[in-house]
């Protein structure tokens, strides 16, 4: 995983973003479907350009297994989809299934639709006469926002507005709001999985600040776990409406289902879903 921080080095290291910036120029030179890319440790990455034989790679895992010991960094929140194989990757999968449904697509795309007339109301575009400029200084800081309201909405059940600001009030027990642990975490996941461990005991502020966000939405998880369980079990009556959101359906997926999920997975799945 060190591989994620290292730049392009003429010769040597063609870069993480090889692929994406790549694409497809790098098959054309060398007049092939698979290009491999062998580290200085002897491990190599094959790059597929060819439809028919990547279906036969996934089709077939026991000749090409995956790499499970590679995926460990993702065990974060607990065992999940991506790093599970064989007899506990179909149990795992007989669940998720069921969770990505055409409701769940509605849901998601109704709640997406209405972050964005939410947005344009609280800016006040709607108000900007047609064919008129609206200039933003920087796209991302929209998109990540639409991103992260849409996450914690359709993913997670909450009913946040473009207004609301991510420093909430903090739940008792807590350092950080939910809000704010989502956003660091939905913004720091590639450095947290890049880096080790002990790069987060280091002095520097925004290491320490990742930590403490990937700890907080940890138990939160767990809290709305406990608290969705109960709910769909009938032993607390819900406070709030209902609503068919990603975590809900697969709390509710894997508690009727023949093979549930421990916490632990449902923890695992979740931040996976969250990628």
């Given amino acids: 995983m060190a591989g994620f921080g290292t730049p392009y080095i003429w010769g040597l290291y063609p870069g993480f973003n090889m692929p994406w910036k790549g694409k497809h120029k790098l098959f ?3 007049g092939c479907d698979v290009v491999s890319c062998v580290s200085l440790g002897g491990q190599s990455i094959l790059y597929l350009a060819d439809a028919d034989l990547i279906h036969k790679i996934n089709g077939n895992g026991s000749a090409y297994p995956k790499p499970v010991k590679e995926y460990t960094v993702l065990n974060y929140f607990g065992p999940n989809l991506v790093t599970a194989t064989g007899a506990d990757w179909r149990r795992q999968q007989s669940v998720s299934k069921t969770v990505f449904n055409y409701n769940g697509w509605c849901f998601l795309w109704d709640e997406t ?44 059940g909450m009913m946040m507005k473009w207004n609301d600001d991510v420093q909430d009030a903090l739940t008792p027990g807590h350092t950080m709001s939910f809000q704010t642990a989502l956003h660091i975490v939905a913004q720091s996941s590639i450095l947290k999985l890049a880096l080790p461990k002990w790069a987060f005991n280091l002095p520097l502020p925004r290491l320490r600040k990742i930590r403490t966000a990937f700890k907080e939405l940890e138990v939160y998880i767990q809290d709305m776990i406990k608290e969705k369980k109960d709910e769909i079990l009938g032993n607390k009556e819900s406070e709030k409406p209902e609503r068919h959101d990603l975590f809900h359906n697969l709390v509710r997926a894997s508690l009727t289902g023949d093979q549930p999920l421990t916490d632990e997975e449902l923890q695992g799945n979740i931040y996976i879903y969250m990628l």
């Fill in 28 to 30: 054309k030179k060398w």
């Fill in 113 to 156: 639709h209405r972050i964005f007339e939410n947005m344009m109301e609280s800016t006040g575009w709607m108000d900007v006469p047609v064919g008129q400029d609206i200039h933003v200084k920087h796209a991302v800081d929209i998109t990540l926002r639409v991103a992260l309201l849409a996450i914690a909405n359709a993913g997670f």
